[in-house]
């Protein structure tokens, strides 16, 4: 991200998109198309919905009815032709002193197995143990526990980020399950736009681990990290760059720091007295514009200064 006198630019460096702003590069800022969408309705394409699982599309090989009634067609053929064959094998085994003995020996040994006693249950093998229930994730410190139920037919209304690798970002709470919740539950801890989610239940670590886990249940004990509000002014004529490598989701509403170089940031680091920026942080608005990453990067335009609301997370 470099800025200039009168010039904030950005150039976007994957392929396939436009720069922003006319001079050299500024800010490396890379479109992410890694956003996970939690809500119905029309996602961009390069975005995964998370309301609803995978449903198997494959037709049955048989409209309703029919399988039936094909089984049905195959046993009245087998039973009209089998049956006169099985009526008169019958005839003649009835017919038969030799099945009355038989009748007399199968009753006794009925009778024998009845009078058996019935064997003890086999015994569990000496020193195996049952599998220890998962244990649960223990928030660290700057990390709060939220704990929601939502029910399993209903639209969970939550757009979330997942840009980085071991975290997803709540872009916003729509219409749905969590906004439901959270009303109904004022005196709770409740989930957050902003809020970062590092773990849920037993699950830390992948962000696709995650995400899996948020959508195959639907009791959630989530450890989330609320972030500090940093407010940064930059002089663009006296700092030129300010050396953030800037990644965005396309329909996200915040500019995710992955590095800090040499820069206005990396300065206001060093003689800053309070928090400090660090990469995993966020820019949630730029000269008192807020919404999704196109406006953050036009609102830097031709500007001689840049105001930056930047949200910092707590760092385990």
């Known amino acids: ?50 309301d609803a699982e995978a449903v198997d599309a494959t037709p049955p090989a048989f409209g309703p009815g029919e399988e039936q009634a094909l089984e049905q067609t195959v046993v009245k053929t087998e039973s009209a032709e ?6 008169k094998a019958h005839a003649a085994v009835e017919a038969s002193p030799q099945k009355k003995d038989d009748d007399s020996d199968a009753g006794s040994r009925k009778k024998a197995a009845e009078d058996a006693p019935t064997p003890a249950p086999a015994a ?33 209304g939550l757009n979330l980020d997942a840009l980085e690798d071991n975290a997803t970002f709540v872009d916003g ?40 886990e948020m959508r195959k249940t639907i009791d959630w004990r989530l450890i989330v990290q609320r972030p500090k509000e ?14 953030l490598d800037l990644k965005y989701s396309p329909n996200g509403v915040s ?10 940031i990396k300065e206001y680091n060093k003689t800053t ?30 500007v001689d200064a840049l105001d930056l609301i930047i949200l910092h997370f707590p760092k385990a």
């Open 1 to 50: 991200w470099v800025s200039s006198p009168r010039h904030a630019h950005f150039a976007v460096t994957d392929s396939g998109s436009d720069a922003m702003g006319a001079e050299s590069s500024c800010c490396k800022s890379s479109r992410d198309d890694a956003a996970a969408i939690m809500e119905t309705g029309g996602p961009a394409p390069e975005e995964q919905t998370l």
């Open 82 to 87: 089998e049956g006169g064959k099985l009526e």
């Open 124 to 156: 569990e093998p000496a020193g195996v143990d049952p599998e220890p229930p998962e244990p649960e994730l223990q928030p660290r410190k700057g990390e709060l526990v939220v704990f929601i139920s939502r029910p399993a037919e209903a639209t969970i």
């Open 173 to 212: 709470i729509l219409k749905g399950a969590i906004q439901v919740w959270n009303e109904s539950h004022p005196n709770d801890t409740q989930l957050r736009q902003y809020d970062r989610i590092v773990g849920i239940n037993s699950v830390r670590g992948s962000t696709n681990m995650l995400l899996a």
């Open 230 to 243: 940093l407010k940064i002014s930059v002089d663009c004529e006296k700092h030129p760059t300010l050396g």
């Open 255 to 264: 500019l995710l720091i992955a590095s800090i170089g040499e820069g206005a």
């Open 273 to 302: 007295t309070g928090t400090k920026i660090t990469p995993n942080d966020r820019v949630v608005e730029v000269n008192g514009v807020r919404g999704t990453a196109k406006k953050l990067l036009e609102a830097a335009t031709n």
